[in-house]
Every structure is written in C-alpha cells, then in structure tokens.
C-alpha cells in the first residue's frame, strides 16, 4: 500500500515561512520514484502545480507564482521531498498536496497532475495577511 505523508502545514503570517514534508513508502518500505512533486488547492478551483523534482539527477520545475520563493528538494537516502516556503503571501493560503509519478512514462510533464499516480491527503496552509 503506497503512503505519502506530509507534514508541516500551518498558519503563520505574511512574509513568514513555513516548510513542508512528505515521505513516501509503500508497506512500510521507501517507495521508489521517478518525480515527486507539489501541487495547492483552494476550496472550488483546480489544483496547481507548484513545484516538482526528479529523484535520479534532482531536476526542478517551478510555477512562475512561487519561482524564487518556494524550493523544493529530496533527501533520496530518506525518501523524503521537501518544500520551503518563504515570504508567503495570503494568496499562497490553500491545502497543500504531495504527488508521487513511481513509474517515469513521461506521458505527460511533470507540471501536469496525469503524471502522479499517488497523492497525499493534503496539509492545511493558511498565510494571514
């Protein structure tokens, strides 16, 4: 059975920052990825890609909306991608999705959410203004 916890979400205020986590196992074992990656969702509209990371060479992609702000990144040896999230802003208040793409068919890109077949349940991220 494939998990992906996440831990990390908050409330904090503008400008603060705030890190997210998500550790991927399947039985209890690590689970084997070709690309992790990080989408929100605000109540009534889609989900956004944010940022995404290929595990072999660490390859990055980010939305223009967090580019410079937000950084993600994987620990292989736990299994584990991070998000660090500085100089959040009101509008980055949504919950907060891990995504896992185990298999690496690459049919579609890694901004686009057909390419992960597990997903989080989701981390509560709430920015005061």
């Known amino acids: ?8 979400g908050g409330s904090v205020q503008a400008g603060d920052f705030l890190s ?6 399947v039985s209890g074992r690590p ?3 070709y690309a992790m ?11 956004d890609f944010l940022a995404a990371i290929t595990w072999r060479n660490g390859r990055k ?3 223009d909306s967090v580019k410079g702000r937000f950084t993600i ?7 584990t991608m991070t998000l660090q ?3 959040l802003k009101a509008e980055d208040t949504a919950v907060y999705f891990c995504a896992a793409d185990p298999y690496g068919r690459r049919e579609y890109s890694l901004r686009d959410a057909r390419s ?3 997903w989080g349940q989701g981390t509560q991220v709430t920015v005061a203004s």
Do not use: H, I, P
């Open 37 to 47: 990656a990080w989408f929100r969702q605000v109540s009534g509209e889609e989900r």
């Open 20 to 25: 997210l986590s998500c550790e991927g196992t």
């Open 116 to 118: 992960y077949a597990y």
């Open 61 to 63: 992609e980010y939305a």
């Open 1 to 8: 059975q494939v998990q992906l916890l996440e831990s990390g």
């Open 31 to 33: 689970l084997g990825t």
């Open 85 to 87: 999230m500085n100089s």
């Open 73 to 79: 990144s994987r620990d292989a040896a736990r299994n």
